[in-house]
């Protein structure tokens, strides 16, 4: 058995990670891509648990900036950002049960697939912002654009390529009354721009409305801690995943496992409630499913937690806060 079928038998014994059938939403067959979360779309799709999903997904852009000389604030139209395949309806799928997200395989789509970053006015985290008001002037326009294959990496410059490490910047499912952009990461998931949310590991998303209502996009080719600058290398991708359900396993907030870690995901501001809540979340969980008395958890974690920054610039603010498995 493996390591992921092994951890979420061991949760809950139900979802088996079993095959289900194959599907592919394509720009054609999504149409509109969604800015925001919520249960009011029409689903694009409606599948079994088991079910795999390959998405095209667009840039957080949605392919806008084109050339180096683009202005982006002259371009983007905010809160038009972000766009979001789907949603997906799972059926079975109710209020109090679990999606698990198995994340397969995230590929650059081209024909000459290239990434983007910018620098915007009054965006990012080490600038004043509409939240964070200052009088100094703005920082000026800058887009990079960048050639990304899993080959060769993230080129930034004749000297230096980064590893292609990507995951989806935004997934979720849909709240259950709210309409929130998709700029914003909260219980539901949405835009946390975690880097651990990438191939080979599960996001476990708690379910509040008929079916889930999965929405995903925003892929990262990479990032680093806190999207400082407020954009990763943004691109276009073939996205695959497949999705399973967990009956009657209530948790307030996302859940993550790779091979060697669980993690629990907060977002909040400031950051220090981000913190709070996913280290909660996490005591939490080593004593509902690891036989942990929950002061004994909160102790051990003092020691052995490690936090992870996800994004510093969003409207709230993401950290993840894991554990090894080695010392569940």
Known sequence: MSWLEHSIMA?????????????AITEEIQGKYHYVYGPYAEPVLRVDPGAVVSAETHDAMEGQIKHETDSPSAILNFPFLNP????????GAEKGDCLA??????????PQPVGTTCIMPEFGALVGTNDTAMLNAPL??????LEVTPERGVVWNDRIALPYEP???????SPEIEAISSLVPDYYGGNMDLPDVGPGAVIYLPVHAPGGLLY???????QGDGELCG??????????IQIDLIKNWRFRWPRLETENAIMTIGCSRPMEDAARIAYRELVRWMAADYGFDELEAYMLLTQ?????????????????????KALL
Do not use: W
Not at 140 to 145: D, G, Q, R, S, T
Not at 304 to 324: C, Q
């Open 231 to 240: 954009f990763a290398i943004e691109h276009p991708t073939v996205t695959t």
């Open 84 to 91: 979001q395949n789907g949603p997906i309806f799972v059926n």
């Open 216 to 222: 995903l996009g925003d892929c990262h080719a990479t």
């Open 11 to 23: 949760a809950r014994g139900e979802a088996k990670g079993r095959p289900g059938q194959s599907y």
């Open 167 to 173: 995951f989806i910047g935004t997934i979720g499912t």
């Open 304 to 324: 052995a937690g490690k936090l992870r920054v996800g994004n510093m610039v969003d409207p709230k603010y993401t950290l993840g806060a894991s554990v090894s």
């Open 101 to 110: 997200v198995y994340i397969q395989k995230i590929v650059p789509r081209g």
């Open 140 to 145: 000026p326009e800058i887009v990079k654009k």
